[in-house]
C-alpha cells in the first residue's frame, strides 16, 4: 500500500542532543513537507522540498535541517539549537499542480526533551 | 498576511445531529483552496474536503459539506448525521495561489469536537 511512513512514532532525547526524525514515501510525490504541531495550535511548517536536491525554509526553520537526497526520503534533524523541540512532528507530501493538492500526511513522530 | 481563524476551541453535539465548525480566512490573492482535516487521537491528519476560490459550488463529500462565502472570506464545515467516530481535532487550513509549485498550507488552531450518545 503507498504511504508516508515516520520514524520512531516516540522518541526521548537529552538536552543538547541531535537527533533525526526519519520520513520515507512511497507515492512518487515530488513535495514533501514538515510540520510541528504543539498543544492547542495548528500545524506550523518548518522545512519542505519541491524537488529532489532542493528544500525551502519555513516559517520555523531555526534549530532544524533537512536532506532531500531522494525523492522518497526527507529526513528532519531536530538539532541542539532548538530552544524548544518538545512537539508532534509531522511529514507530509503532496504533488503540486494535479488534483486538488491535499497533502498526505504519516502518522507522527512525537518528540520529548528529557 | 494569509491567515486561518477558528474561534472554537471546543464543540459538543449529540449523535445524529448536525455540526457545523467554523472558519474564516484572510488572503490578498484571488487565487487559493481550503481545506479540512480531521485528526483523531492517534494522530494522523485525515483530509475530508477541499473548496477552490473559483469554485461556484459548495464542496461535498459524503456527510461533509463546506459552507464558502466568499465574500465573507468564511469556509465552515458542516457535519450532518454526527457518529461517535467524528469525535476529534478538525484543522481548517489555506493553500494561498494555484498549487502549481508547492501545496503548502498554513493552518488554523482547531476545533476539537465531541460527540456524545
Known amino acids: 500500500d503507498g504511504g508516508i511512513t515516520q520514524s520512531p512514532k516516540y522518541l526521548f532525547r537529552k538536552e543538547g542532543q541531535n537527533v533525526t526524525l526519519s520520513c520515507e514515501q512511497n507515492?512518487?510525490?515530488?513535495?514533501m513537507y514538515w510540520y510541528r504541531q504543539d498543544p492547542g495550535q495548528g500545524l506550523r511548517l518548518i522545512y519542505y522540498?519541491?524537488?529532489?536536491?532542493?528544500?525551502q525554509k519555513g516559517d520555523i526553520a531555526e534549530g532544524y535541517s533537512v536532506s532531500r537526497e531522494k525523492k522518497e526520503s526527507f529526513p528532519l534533524t531536530v538539532t541542539s539549537a532548538q530552544k524548544n523541540p518538545t512537539a508532534f512532528y509531522l511529514c507530509?507530501?503532496?504533488?503540486?499542480?494535479?488534483?486538488?493538492?491535499?497533502?498526505?500526511f504519516g502518522e507522527g513522530s512525537r518528540l520529548t526533551v528529557l | 498576511a494569509q491567515k486561518i481563524t477558528q474561534t472554537q476551541p471546543g464543540m459538543f453535539v449529540q449523535e445524529k445531529e448536525a455540526v457545523t465548525l467554523d472558519c474564516t480566512y484572510d488572503?490578498?490573492?484571488?487565487?487559493?483552496?481550503l481545506f479540512w482535516y480531521k485528526q483523531p487521537s492517534s494522530g494522523e491528519m485525515i483530509f475530508l474536503i477541499y473548496?477552490?476560490?473559483?469554485?461556484?459550488q459548495n464542496a461535498t463529500e459524503g456527510r461533509y459539506s463546506l459552507n464558502f462565502q466568499k465574500a465573507r472570506k468564511s469556509a465552515n464545515l458542516v457535519i450532518s448525521a454526527s457518529q461517535l467516530g467524528d469525535s476529534a481535532m478538525y484543522f481548517c487550513?489555506?493553500?494561498?495561489?494555484?498549487?502549481?509549485?508547492?501545496?503548502?498550507?498554513?493552518f488554523g488552531t482547531g476545533t476539537r469536537l465531541q460527540v456524545f450518545p
Open positions: 488572503t490578498s490573492d484571488q487565487s487559493y483552496g
Open positions: 507530509a507530501s503532496s504533488i503540486p499542480g494535479r488534483g486538488t493538492g491535499e497533502l498526505f
Open positions: 507515492l512518487n510525490h515530488d513535495a
Open positions: 473548496q477552490g476560490s473559483y469554485d461556484e
Open positions: 522540498s519541491q524537488i529532489v536536491n532542493d528544500f
Open positions: 487550513a489555506m493553500r494561498e495561489g494555484g498549487g502549481y509549485n508547492t501545496d503548502k498550507l498554513i
